[in-house]
């Protein structure tokens, strides 16, 4: 059987990449790297090749693979040096740079496992010339700057690239990264490995020691990304699946699990908006207390995803009463896409550098933007997430796929941070237990219990429409509520492709991005 293809994306100009490749045959994940490569210049305010990624690869008829891209601390790191100057580490600069970029090392595995006849030139060109030529701000690039400008403007390098004349940019602005434009071109001549082990890391570990980083060329050197098995949770609509530590994959699959012994009591929209916010803090309540680097947990993560486990959080919700909240929330920024290719293959894929920017560090000789995913260790010595050397930090980042009970098979994710798990959550049940079509469970408005994008407030933010219907109903219930505007980007970039028993595909993307969906020709 021939599979029709289809790519999704935040970006626009990354979607027409995937999917051109697509249509000259590529595989999903030679697709991937391809879209990868463009949205990390197209979107540098939410992701790049300094920064981490993970893979989900599903063939049909086969387990799903899991990649984890994900960078470990220095290896040199000196705890005790971070402890005493204060109690938060490091936003921005070469300090907060602590965390290896493992995103390349998960384009490199991605196309070992799932090869095909395109050279790394081809996948790797148009976002070479885009660097190059330069790219088109938008208005998510530009509120990205404005944001982050007192945090991240005395940053020289940073400045030059991503500031105009010392202000934030404007929509319609062209950035230009020549030098990031010159680190593709030789990744695509002499390979991806060279990122790790060659001129690149060489360059950039010097770099980085000059702006006072931890990271030295034995960490680039050390680096390697790891293939998993996913986590997975059966349930009433099918297998669900997802990535494990140190992402927070297990939260995505316990919300949508809770909800799925719940969804029958679900007799209106108030109680599928109730019992998913219920759903999403026993499953953050979990996750807040066990994920950390894979070689710290306390046990198997999917000890936690057992029928015992679930029923017990789901007897935990209240149809008439709200738990109360806050908790510590995770702030973040990132990119999800999907890829469907004619072999039957299906790729969910995420990468991001955490806030907005990153750690504002743009390394001049590559202009490699570096993650801030250091940001989500702990300083506090007895915290699970503990700030340590060679170690994995928390990850929001979680990419998402189902096996349905009816043959169709599913990719789908978002970015947002903590919004990441309730966006996943949203769109699957709306589809699956409201039977909406794709678009209509992505586009319709959301909402947002906690805080991102590095946001002080904890309560649960409605968008406009919503509000205006739910607000008081959602009070008289124990919730405290606040009104956003409507298509709000606080919401998360959401996408999805759904792909049928007989190999027709479904795709869309999200309103609130810059991005588009395509699907290709049936054969």
Known sequence: MTFQTSFTAPHYEAAQVG??????????????????????????????????????????????????????????LDVDDYRTRGDELPESGGEASITMAGTISGWQKALQL????????????????????????????????????????????????FLNEGQPL???????????????????????????????????????????????????????????????????????????????????????????????????ELDHIHLLVEATKQAFIIRDQVITDPDHLSQPLDTYLTPEVIRGCADQVSMTQALPWPHHA???????????????TMVSFIQSIYWEFGSGVVLPSSGILWNVRGKSFSLHPEHHNVLAANKKPFHTLNPAYAELNDGTRMVYGTMGGEGQPQTQACLFSRHLYQNMPLSQAVSLPRWLLGRTWGDSSNN????????????????????????????????????????????????????????????????
């Open 19 to 76: 999917q051109r490749i697509l249509d000259q045959g590529g595989t999903a994940s030679e697709a991937m790297v391809a879209a990868a490569a463009m949205v990390a210049v197209q979107y540098p305010h939410m992701n790049g090749i300094g920064g981490d990624g993970f893979w989900l690869i599903c063939r049909q008829g086969q387990a799903p693979v899991a990649i984890d891209a994900c960078g470990r601390s220095a290896s040199q």
């Open 114 to 161: 799932n090869a095909g006849v395109a050279s790394l030139h081809d996948l790797l060109a148009p976002a070479i010339e885009a660097a190059r030529e330069g790219i088109e701000v938008t208005q998510s690039l530009a509120d990205a700057s404005k944001k982050t400008l007192m945090r991240l403007q005395h940053l020289p390098e940073f400045a030059k690239l």
């Open 170 to 268: 404007k929509v319609g602005d062209t950035v230009c990264n020549v030098a990031l434009a010159n680190t593709l071109s030789r990744l695509a001549q002499v390979g991806l490995d060279d990122f790790y082990r060659g001129e690149i890391a060489q360059q950039a570990a010097q770099e980085l020691a000059q702006l006072g980083s931890p990271l030295t060329l034995e960490d680039f050197h050390q680096h390697d990304a790891v293939v998993t098995e996913p986590l997975t949770v059966s349930t009433s609509k099918g297998q669900l699946y997802n990535l494990g530590a140190p992402t927070q994959g297990l939260a995505s699959l316990l919300i949508i699990a809770i909800y799925d012994q719940l969804a029958e009591q679900a007799d209106s």
């Open 330 to 344: 995770k702030p973040g920024d990132t990119v999800w896409m999907g890829a469907s290719d004619q072999y039957g």
């Open 460 to 523: 649960l933010r409605l968008e406009e429409d919503l509000y205006s219907v739910y607000a008081t109903p959602l009070t008289d219930l124990g919730h405290e509520v606040s009104q956003v505007d409507s298509l709000n980007e606080l919401m998360g970039h959401a996408g999805a492709i759904a792909v049928d028993k007989h190999g027709k595909a479904t795709a869309t993307s999200d309103p609130r991005s810059d991005g588009e969906s395509f699907v290709g020709e049936e054969e």
